[in-house]
């Protein structure tokens, strides 16, 4: 899944950023202001704020667990023809969260759009993909 670990590896940079900023062993993680407002700004995205918003983006990350319809079938055998498992869809990802209706699936091929809204974040990264977009066409991964 392409969009998730490029999303998973903005997260780790975040993180590993965050955590050379300050000594947190020495409880040295909340940054105060003077008011002015590049200080306020400043403060508001302390390595310690950031930590939590990795965390947090993590875990919506663990509720749009994506799958691919082979890993599906793998996990929930039912049977289907040698052509049927032949078919180009069965590779292709889905959000078990955000593309599955009463156990039907609606959409098959790439992520679902709240992770292709958390990705957007990084849009300006030179390895994102602008395919990823919400706006972009979809079944493109
Ligand atoms: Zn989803």
Redesign the pocket.
């Known amino acids: 899944m392409d969009l998730i670990e490029f999303v998973l590896a903005r997260l780790d940079e975040d993180e590993a950023a965050a955590r050379a900023a300050v000594d947190f062993d020495h409880g040295v993680t909340d940054w105060t202001d003077d008011g002015d407002p590049t200080d306020v700004h400043i403060a508001r995205h302390d390595p310690a704020q950031v930590l939590r918003s990795v965390s947090a983006t993590r875990r919506l990350l663990t509720l ?1 667990p994506h799958i691919t319809h082979r890993q599906d079938l793998e996990r929930n055998p039912f049977p289907l023809s040698e052509r049927d498992l032949q078919l180009s869809y069965l590779d292709k990802w889905y ?1 078990t ?2 593309d599955v209706d009463d156990g039907i699936l609606t959409r098959v091929g790439g992520a ?1 759009e ?2 292709r809204a958390v990705g957007e974040a990084w849009a300006t990264h030179s390895e994102y993909d602008e395919a990823w977009r919400i706006d972009a066409a979809r079944d493109d991964e």
């Open positions: 749009h959000c969260r955000c679902c709240t992770v």
